[in-house]
């Protein structure tokens, strides 16, 4: 897979985990609407790290990824009982810590810069990406992400560390998919031409376009 930094934990259709609590989203909402706790839990913590790993990628900082997620997981708590099912939990979910990391990168007015440690730590996508390792400095992929424009950045990020098909990213953006195409493609071509590849990735195959 050719993913930028995909998380060990959650599910990008968020319907069927019965390894993961023993029961499926769609299950585990419905008790938490009704009150269970324990269901309330499990969900949340089902979707941690793929929250977390979507908030540091759009951030580019530990400290305001932590605050996002924890924003985030607060929002779709408080806002579990309007949830209708029209959408995968993951989704949804995704849509919130977007949009919460979206609210942030505004409140900054610029990009951050992200600490030495943070630069460096992108093995993922150059492990998974055709560029070669040996040749790319991992602080330059770093800082080609950072100065890539939000919709781009935020677009690849849904696809190659959420993992969501188009459609779902369309719909947690808003937008038609192929706008979602079009970012992507154009993101990637960003990245391949900051790092002097132009030729740049290509994009996986996938059941739903």
Known sequence: M?????????D???????????????????????????????????HYDRVTNICRRILHNDADAADATQDALIAAVRGLGRFDGNAAFSTWLYRIATNTCLDQLRRRKRRPTAPLEQLLNVGGLLETRPFDATVVDQMAVQHALERMPDDFRVAVV???????????????LGVPIGTVRSRIARGRAWLAKELGNQTGPADRQTDHP
């Not at 009150?35 to 969900?43: E, K, M, V, W």
């Not at 849904?158 to 369309?170: H, K, Q, S």
């Open 12 to 46: 990008s259709s968020g319907t069927s985990r019965p390894g993961v609590g023993g029961t499926d989203d769609r299950s585990l909402v419905a008790a938490a609407q009704s009150g269970d706790r324990a269901a309330l839990d499990t969900l949340l913590r089902r």
């Open 158 to 172: 849904l696809r190659d560390v959420a993992d969501l098909d188009y459609a779902d990213i369309a719909d947690t």
């Open 2 to 10: 050719d993913a930028v930094d995909s998380a060990p934990d959650g």
